[in-house]
């Protein structure tokens, strides 16, 4: 899947339902998260790409995949598109990071998993450490 971000639009689209469709299918929220982080891992990460705090600019994960362009924070957000459409309750939050003052977007799923805190791992709440919760975001509200 690393060849993904060179492809059409088109084939970078049906990789995303594709991966929507598998991640649908896995018995675990476990296994779904897993799948969506080994998935969206690969991506290129640019410079700032989106707007954290005002998520009436947040692109739709069909304009993201267009565009082609992603910082931490856009890849948060289709990491939980990806599970959104999936059937997978998500929600976003804007943490900062109380020890380095970071403030970005993580993927909370099933009030357990973190995803997107720490590049490539899965983690949990109450391993994060000391993190101040800005904003959280039902993402059926970004979906409709």
Same mark, same amino acid.
Request: hydrophobic residues 40%.
């Given at each position: 899947?690393?060849?993904?971000?060179?492809?059409?639009?088109? /084939?970078?689209?049906?990789?995303?339902?594709?991966?929507?469709?598998?991640?649908?299918?896995?018995?675990? +929220?476990? /296994?779904?998260? +897993?799948?969506?982080?080994?998935?969206?891992?690969?991506t290129p990460v640019s410079a700032r790409a989106m707007d954290p705090y005002d998520n009436s600019t947040?692109?739709?994960?069909? /304009?993201?995949?267009?565009?082609?362009?992603?910082?931490?924070?856009?890849?948060?957000?289709?990491?939980?598109? +990806?599970?959104?459409?999936? &059937? $997978?309750? +998500?929600?976003?939050?804007?943490?900062?990071?109380?020890? &380095?003052? /970071?403030?970005?977007?993580?993927?909370?799923?099933?009030?357990?998993?973190?995803? &997107?805190?720490?590049?490539n791992t899965i983690d949990t709440l109450d391993s994060i450490g &000391?993190?101040?919760?800005?904003?959280?975001?039902?993402? $059926?509200?970004? $979906?409709?």
């Open positions: 899947m690393k060849d993904t971000w060179q492809l059409s639009l088109k /084939e970078r689209l049906k990789r995303w339902r594709l991966l929507r469709s598998e991640v649908k299918e896995l018995p675990s +929220t476990s /296994e779904k998260v +897993t799948k969506v982080l080994d998935f969206w891992k690969s947040w692109l739709s994960p069909w /304009e993201l995949l267009e565009e082609n362009v992603y910082d931490d924070n856009s890849i948060s957000l289709m990491m939980a598109y +990806t599970l959104q459409y999936s &059937n $997978t309750p +998500t929600r976003l939050l804007l943490v900062q990071d109380v020890d &380095n003052s /970071e403030i970005k977007l993580i993927v909370l799923v099933d009030n357990k998993y973190v995803i &997107n805190y720490n590049y &000391n993190v101040n919760i800005l904003e959280d975001i039902d993402v $059926t509200q970004l $979906t409709k």
